[in-house]
């Protein structure tokens, strides 16, 4: 009885620390102003949203003069075990989807277009790229990207 009573203290005393930490997480959490919050989503979303995201790829290519075309989307879900070695076969919270397609247009245009999916607030890793010529200095370049989600 007796040591049935000591666990049962112990577990209040738990409790209630762990509520002291949520409600100082939660102060924390709140006193992110509503713009680094979309930030943050912005950076690691919590769903897929792909049409979203060939929105989003589709604006950077045409700010360079390019135009994405013959998209192909495939998620983890899609992939066996021994195909899927990602940053989310270590950490089984987040998801990846993978993204190819293709886009015709100079080397400088190419260019500056990486730099600005580098430079873009959500999480893309570059995971292939090819190119084959079309035209003296055009070039029809594909790309394979993967990006992240919290699961």
């Not at 979309?38 to 897929?48: F, G, K, S, Y």
């Not at 989003?56 to 992939?79: L, Y």
């Amino acid at each position: 009885m007796l040591v049935r009573q000591d666990q049962l203290n112990q577990a209040i005393a738990t409790a209630k620390e762990l509520s002291k930490r949520v409600n100082e997480l939660n102060g924390q959490y709140n006193s992110f102003s509503s713009a680094d919050l979309e930030r943050l989503d912005l950076l690691l979303p919590d769903n897929i949203d792909n049409i979203q995201l060939v929105i989003d790829v589709n604006g950077i290519a045409k700010q360079n003069g390019m135009t994405i075309k013959n998209i192909k989307i495939s998620t983890d879900a899609d992939k066996t075990d021994s195909t899927r070695r990602t940053l989310s076969s270590t950490d089984q919270r987040l998801g990846t989807m993978l993204l190819s397609f293709n886009v015709v247009g100079t080397y400088d245009a190419y260019r500056k277009f990486l730099s600005d999916l580098a430079s873009s607030l959500r999480i893309i890793d570059i995971s292939s790229t090819s190119f084959n010529t079309e035209d003296k200095g055009v070039y029809n370049y594909a790309v394979e990207l993967r990006t992240y989600w919290l699961k």
